[in-house]
């Protein structure tokens, strides 16, 4: 973590004001999961209480399909370490949807350089891993950091949402199936921005795996 840095979680559903979380700071990481049109109101109180902060959203001005762009490397843990966790099987839909997962530590690293020097103000960076990767290549590479060969199975879109049911609301599983139908036949963009900002190239999809393996492995 660079000098000057303190890194504090700030939740603001606890009953607080936001200018409560504010008091002695002058720099915000501000990472909003609410409606996108409710961040609208926290962003102009921002722009007025603090020196410097740095948003994080999904890149929907791109050219290609939602969630094509980059999507965060940790999603696999969630999307296949339950499988494969159980065994060598993993059963997935739209196998051929390529993405370029960019690892957590490397958004971090940009949010840290955007926070701390000067000539970002204003700013709108696209961040993807270095790589386009399927996601079939996102679970074989999984399964070579594991050390293990895996069976890939594809789903199709009826099986998943009757899979993802128990553990899935239906809006969300459609959101996703809808996102990686339309990205099949697209390239997956891959951008510049993370090596550019921190003068480091963003680690792969297989560095990220051989770092949290024990994410996905058998009991």
Excluded at 33 to 46: C, D, F, G, R, S
Excluded at 61 to 70: A, E, L, M, N
Excluded at 78 to 100: E, I, K, S
Excluded at 121 to 139: F, R
């Amino acid at each position: 973590m660079p000098a000057g840095v303190e890194v504090v979680h700030g939740d603001l559903r606890e009953p607080k004001t936001l200018s409560g979380c504010l008091e002695n700071f002058n720099a915000v990481y501000l990472v909003w999961t609410a409606p996108p049109q409710t961040v609208e109101p926290v962003i102009e109180k921002l722009s007025r209480s603090v020196q410097r902060f740095v948003f994080l959203w999904a890149p929907l001005k791109t050219p290609h399909p939602f969630s094509t762009p980059g999507i965060f490397a940790g999603n696999a843990k969630h999307f296949w370490g339950p499988q494969l966790r159980r065994g060598d099987r993993v059963r997935w839909p739209y196998l051929n949807a390529a993405t370029a997962p960019i690892d957590e530590r490397d958004i971090a690293a940009v949010a840290v350089r955007a926070l701390l020097d000067g000539g970002h103000s204003g700013k709108e960076y696209v961040m993807t891993g270095p790589e386009a990767l399927s996601h079939y290549d996102q679970i074989a590479t999984i399964g070579r950091a594991l050390g293990r060969s895996l069976r890939i199975e594809e789903l199709t879109r009826e099986e998943a949402l009757k899979e993802w049911a128990p553990i899935m609301p239906r809006q969300i599983s459609l959101m996703l199936l809808n996102a990686w139908g339309a990205a099949v036949g697209f390239p997956a963009l891959v951008a510049p921005a993370s090596a550019e900002i921190t003068g480091q190239p963003p680690r792969t999809f297989f560095e990220w795996a051989m770092d949290y393996r024990e994410s996905f492995a058998t009991a």
